[in-house]
T-cell receptor, first 114, second 111 residues
């Protein structure tokens, strides 16, 4: 059973703080992703990584950075949190099996920036 | 980049009726189209997917159809049940290994 675990379920941070969201997967997946979920906007891709120390910008990378020092761990960093980054953040992982790339999601971190 | 549009945003049906959710995509290079279901307070989970070399796929009460020429694909749920109530997301992949999701459809099945 694939497990993708996010370090926090709920977080409240102040404007300007540096925020770290951590994600760990236990299935040796090559690919890891960070999405944010907002009502009416679906899931939007922030960053993804297909290997250790590799990262690719998604569709909304502004204001975020990522780190992947180990295969199982993918961190999302908000360098200076702002109120418009209040959202639900979902981590996911997948492996390439031919053209099948089922993504397994974590339980989500609801971040509130005040 | 890829853009995926999903309609309707909300859908209410009576138990036993069918439900159809439609998505269009912009990038003709997209070759993989999954559907995810997210129940209230839970994580999204894959329920069915289709590849670009297939026109239709069924799994019990759910089916997905793909029209590559028109660049649209649809999810069909027959004989809906209250446990089908959830938010459904379509997605597309162009081969960059990351999925682009639609905006979601909240399906409510009335008993």
């Amino acid at each position: 059973d694939v497990k993708v675990t996010q370090s926090s379920r709920y977080l409240v941070k102040r404007t300007g703080e540096k925020v770290f969201l951590e994600c760990v997967q236990d299935m040796d997946h090559e690919n890891m992703f960070w999405y944010r979920q907002d009502p009416g906007l679906g899931l939007r891709l922030i960053y993804f990584s297909y290997d250790v120390k590799m990262k690719e910008k998604g569709d909304i990378p502004e204001g975020y950075s990522v780190s992947r020092e180990k295969k199982e761990r993918f961190s999302l960093i908000l360098e200076s949190a702002s109120t418009n980054q209040t959202s639900m953040y979902l981590c996911a992982s997948s492996f390439m099996a031919g053209q099948h790339i089922e993504a397994f999601f974590g339980q989500g971190t609801r971040l509130t920036v005040v | 980049g890829e853009n995926v549009e999903q309609h309707p945003s909300t859908l209410s049906v009576q138990e036993g009726d069918s439900a159809v959710i439609k998505c269009t995509y912009s990038d003709s290079a997209s070759n993989y189209f999954p559907w995810y279901k997210q129940e209230l307070g839970k994580r999204p989970q894959l329920i069915i997917d289709i590849r670009s070399n297939v026109g239709e796929k069924k799994d019990q009460r759910i089916a997905v159809t793909l029209n590559k020429t028109a660049k649209h694909f649809s999810l069909h749920i027959t004989e809906t049940q209250p446990e089908d109530s959830a938010v459904y997301f379509c997605a597309a992949d162009t081969g960059r290994r990351a999925l682009t999701f639609g905006s979601g459809t909240r399906l409510q099945v009335q008993p």
